[in-house]
């Protein structure tokens, strides 16, 4: 080591221009980064969706969901499987073992649809979606206010949305809302019964008139010629010319039983914007686009495109990911400088000179560039979680350069000869110095083997405050020691805190004189802090991920099972201008049910509202009170159940549980009545316990519906068949699909419709009249029986088992509300084939808490290996481990002051704290064996030691705490993610600095024969 750090001071011309190079570096990546909210989230979770209208949630379930699930099931490397069937829509969740890349997820339940097509009904074609998709969702828009709403659909699907296509950065854009033109066959019932024809014989001869094929080929000479078919509809007249009886001179056009008009496609869903009928579409990003980029590009083409929309036209942006990005981004580096402003105050407070303090400093920006340039190489982004690495590095970078400048400072004091100062001061400390470094890089080591989401977002963490710890351990040993021995200051100069330093010295002094007399007692109070920092844990509120404020707010709303969408509209319209009326909402775009080819599985007794809050600054609520304001309007709307998120919050929540919710209540069963009624008990003692509000419970209402059943032999007698009975009614009431056709750059879908009076009551439905072949038209009522059932309106499947889960929200410790609801469940008499379980992200909780926890024990172990190495004893770095859980209980207790609740967050500030919390200790117990060596008594080597290595420990551990400070306080979006991690770091610098200070001396006293 001494050769090495000859050479460096030897060779400033060297360093320097190392440090030009690493600088360069990290500033061209600085420039070329990605900038998104969260790194990349590539989630080995698939969705498949399939759609199957008017079928109902039980048959979904039997002839689509079932079908499919078993399939996947048996896919290797499939852990869990959950399925949601409804009315007319089917949605299977199959998620993979972690480290499944999700590209080979996607094509192994591909080739599984593939096989299992041929099973399902007919034009049933599911889809796929992955979760990583529906967390690139950058902005979202909503134009409302004039245009004729098939138009306004056109010019934003046709024309807006293939510009944004081209924009940099943009994967897909989702137009919803609006309508979609149709040309609506009219057909007369008489006319049909008089040429002996059903509806089915008519959209059979529109099909079969809408062709186009490649017949052959013609070679002419040296050319050839494609012969092409084409008989595709195209206008209104092609569709009327029509033959539906082909009989020479006798043929039956369709304009002798039909007129046709331009309609539009029946909507089974509303949107609005501001309370109006609008068209909104979602930009989506590619996976490692820019989003502020991808945003502003977006926002470009708008201005541009905005002639091209209706004068009176209003295009508002309801979500908008880069505004987080941008606050993000914006708080983290005013926290970075105010942070790194602080720390080099604390650094001059307590060195006294400028040019130490400057070099010291200069460490900061220097390591921080060199760790851009290694996430540029490791392939990061700049995040939320990357660039509040980099902020709460800031504090921690300074660390090693500190050891090293005070040490080669305290030499240099007492020789004036900088080089060799340098030399010996540097050499000095160098194995303590990397051994404190290589403790804190261990903590983070096991992070590469944690799974799920969380180690989605720890591990980019790690691996930056990993590359930041380990380039200001090289920094410390080449750039400071060479600075050092070229400019450092050889004269006496009277720190601005040396004051404050000689009386903490003074008195650390008679705390461990009393502590050595005292050893017994000084460790009794060592075991009470934990038991204290244990209560505090097991009492406090938990979550996977802190709350933020995104600027936008999501609610949802849940009405019976049945309502009509006439209904869902008019409470929709209510709830709108509830929100619009909030001084801090600018923008609410509300959809209620969902589109028959989209990804939402809703039906229209649900709906969600999407709210852009104006600009932080010019609020008058905060994000919470703005929701408390809502609760308290909305709740007095009878019959209507909310749930209150924030839009990214809720995709994170759905990515990590699979459902909306923090706490869930799961009852397993194979029967669906058995399961509505134990659902029902369940619900009944949640609601008992006075922390659980908010309960949602969508089966105690059953979805009324009415069932057509054919009666075979009055079919026969007729010369009908059961497609003609229900084309029929389909086209009584919303038409059916016959064909589709393009026109004018449109694909417009052709509907025949019955031309009869048409109402929604059930004698209507009973005379609705069937042309028959016969010639005869036949009351419904004769060929069919009607009857009104009630069905479960969803059926939910999980690893192949039926299920219903009750939702809640848990005001305080979700572990103690698990305690009490487990005890009370027990009441319940479950039938055999029935159980309960806790769900939610609390299950997802529980298996990242457990993997915290075995990580911190890696992370202990190889830590203690490490130190093992340095001391060449087992035994001392046992002593030194005491300062990690006395760290943790000053995390936890400074949490619960400060009322912030465990998550991720807290996680990741624990294992931060096992690999500082020894650094200071490992210094200390090292200088203490030097002294011991050197002939001094155990209990005159550590006093001496705590003494020599007070002012190092407390500007360590200082300076880290006040580069966190910015962080802990911020309330921006950025800052407030790690909220959580400062706090906890802070509290744990603040005990563990005492431990090291006091314990650490007091228990080292137990492994010297000379104590007595």
């Known amino acids: 080591m001494r050769k090495f750090l000859h050479l460096a001071i030897a060779n400033p011309i060297a360093v320097l221009l190392f440090v030009v190079v690493v600088a360069g570096g990290g500033i061209f990546s600085l420039l070329h980064l990605p900038v998104g909210l969260f790194p990349g989230l590539d989630v080995p979770v698939v969705n498949v969706i399939s759609h199957d209208p008017g079928t109902a949630s039980e048959d979904m379930e039997l002839l689509i969901t079932r079908p499919i699930e078993d399939r996947i099931r048996a896919i290797p490397g499939v852990r869990r499987v959950s ?200 930009v989506f990003k590619q996976p490692n686009a820019s989003t502020i980029d991808v945003v502003r590009g977006v926002d470009r083409e708008l201005k541009e495109f905005r002639s091209l929309l209706p004068k009176r036209a209003q295009v508002r942006k309801f979500y908008d990911q880069s505004d987080i990005v941008t606050e993000a981004r914006d708080s983290l580096f005013h926290d970075l400088m105010v942070g790194a402003l602080l720390a080099a105050a604390v650094l001059f407070f307590f060195m006294g000179t400028v040019r130490a303090t400057l070099i010291v400093t200069a460490t900061i920006p220097i390591t921080l560039l060199a760790t851009l340039a290694l996430m540029q190489a490791f392939g990061q982004t700049l995040n939320v979680i990357t660039l509040s690495a980099l902020t709460l590095a800031v504090g921690m970078v300074v660390d090693d350069a500190i050891v090293v400048a005070e040490n080669v400072g305290r030499h240099l004091h007492a020789t004036g000869d900088r080089q060799s100062a340098s030399l010996d001061g540097a050499a000095e400390i160098a194995g303590a110095d990397a051994s404190g470094t290589f403790t804190t ?106 709350p933020i404020d995104e600027g936008a707010l999501l609610v949802e709303y849940v009405m019976p099972p049945g309502t009509s969408l006439k209904e869902s509209n008019r409470i929709g319209d209510t709830l709108e201008r509830t929100a619009l009326a909030q001084p801090d909402i600018e923008t609410v775009q509300r959809r209620t049910g969902s589109p028959a080819n989209g990804f939402q599985i809703e039906g229209v007794n649900k709906g969600e509202m999407d709210m852009k809050l104006v600009p932080r600054g010019s609020r008058h609520y905060t994000v919470e009170q703005i929701f408390d304001h809502l609760r308290a309007s909305y709740s007095k709307i009878p019959g209507v159940a909310f749930l209150y998120h924030q839009p990214t919050q809720e995709k994170m929540d759905e990515s990590l549980s699979g459902l909306p919710a923090m706490f869930g209540v799961t009852v397993f069963g194979p029967d669906m009545n058995e399961l509505v009624f134990l659902a029902g008990q369940v619900e009944k003692v949640m609601a008992q316990d006075p922390t659980i509000a908010n309960i949602v419970n969508n089966t105690k209402i059953k979805s009324p519906q009415i069932v057509v ?22 086209a009584g009431r919303f038409g059916v699909q016959a064909t ?268 010297s024969r000379q104590w007595k």
């Open 83 to 282: 399925s949601t069937s409804v009315e007319g829509i089917s949605q299977i969740t199959a998620e993979f073992a972690w480290g499944t890349r999700l590209t080979d997820a996607r094509q192994l339940v591909q080739a599984e649809l593939s096989s299992v097509q041929s099973n399902l009904p007919a034009g049933v074609t599911p889809r796929l979606e992955n979760i990583g998709t529906t967390l690139q969702e950058v902005a979202g828009y909503v134009v409302y206010g004039a245009g004729d709403p098939v138009d306004l659909r056109a010019t934003v699907q046709l024309n807006l949305a293939s510009r944004l296509m081209g924009v940099e950065g943009v994967s897909r854009v989702e137009v919803l809302g609006g309508d979609e033109p149709a040309f609506v066959v009219h057909v007369r019932p008489e006319a049909l019964s008089r040429i002996h024809l059903t509806i089915s014989d008519v959209t059979a001869a529109l099909v079969r008139y809408n062709r186009v094929a490649a017949a052959d080929f013609i070679t002419r000479g040296s050319r050839e010629y494609l012969i092409r078919g084409d008989s595709r509809l195209q206008t209104i007249d092609d569709v009327l010319s029509v033959p539906v009886v082909e009989n020479g001179a006798n043929s039956v056009l369709l304009k002798d039983i039909a007129t046709v008009t331009p309609g539009r496609v029946p909507r089974h869903y509303a949107l609005h914007g501001n309370g109006l009928p609008a068209v909104s579409f979602v």
């Open 441 to 546: 890089v261990a903590a983070f080591a096991p992070l590469l083997f944690l799974g799920g989401i969380a180690g989605l977002f720890v591990r980019p963490f790690g691996l930056v405050v990993s590359g930041a710890l380990l380039a200001s351990l090289i920094v410390s040993l080449t750039f400071v020691p060479m600075m050092f021995g070229h400019i450092g200051s050889t004269g006496q100069r009277r720190a601005v805190g040396s004051r404050l330093l000689t009386f903490i010295d003074a008195g650390l002094r008679k705390t461990l004189h009393f502590a050595f007399a005292h050893r017994g007692l000084t460790v009794a109070v060592g075991v009470m802090m934990l038991g204290l920092g244990g209560l505090a844990a097991w009492l406090g509120p938990i979550s996977v991920l802190p």
């Open 709 to 730: 059943r054919p009666n075979p032999v009055e079919l026969a007698r007729f010369g009908l068949s059961p497609a003609d009975v229900f084309e029929t009614i389909q």
């Open 740 to 1007: 589709t056709i393009l026109h004018q750059r449109q694909q417009v879908q052709v509907l025949v419709k019955s031309n009869v009076p048409s109402d929604s009551t059930i004698d209507w439905l009973r005379d609705l009249t069937i042309p028959a072949a016969t010639g005869q038209t036949v009351p419904l009522k004769t060929v069919a029986d009607i009857q009104t059932t009630y069905l479960p309106a969803a059926v939910t499947r999980l690893n192949g088992e039926r299920e219903i889960t009750i939702l809640a929200e848990v005001d305080g410790s979700i572990s103690a509300a698990v305690s009490r609801l487990q005890q009370k469940f027990s009441s319940i008499s479950l039938p055999d084939g029935y159980s309960i379980a806790f769900t939610g992200q609390y299950q997802v909780l529980q298996r990242t808490i457990m993997d915290f926890v075995l990580i911190g024990l890696a992370a202990v172990i190889l830590i203690y290996l490490i130190m093992a190495m340095q001391f060449h004893s087992f035994l001392q770095p046992l002593i030194i481990l005491v300062t990690i859980p006395v760290a943790l209980v000053g995390a936890i207790v400074l949490l619960a002051v400060t009322q912030v609740g465990l998550d991720v967050s807290v996680g990741m500030g624990g294992l931060t704290l096992i690999g500082i919390a020894v650094n200071n200790a490992i210094v200390l117990l090292d200088y203490t064996n030097q002294q011991i060596s050197a002939g001094h008594t155990i209990s005159g080597a550590l006093q001496e030691a705590a003494s020599i290595r007070l002012r190092p420990i407390l500007m360590t551990a200082i300076t880290t705490i006040f580069a966190l400070i910015p962080v802990a306080v911020n309330p921006a979006v950025g800052s407030r993610i790690f909220q959580p991690f400062a706090i906890t770091v802070i509290g744990g610098l603040l005990s563990s600095t005492v431990a090291t200070l006091v314990l650490v001396p007091v228990f080292r006293t137990f492994l």
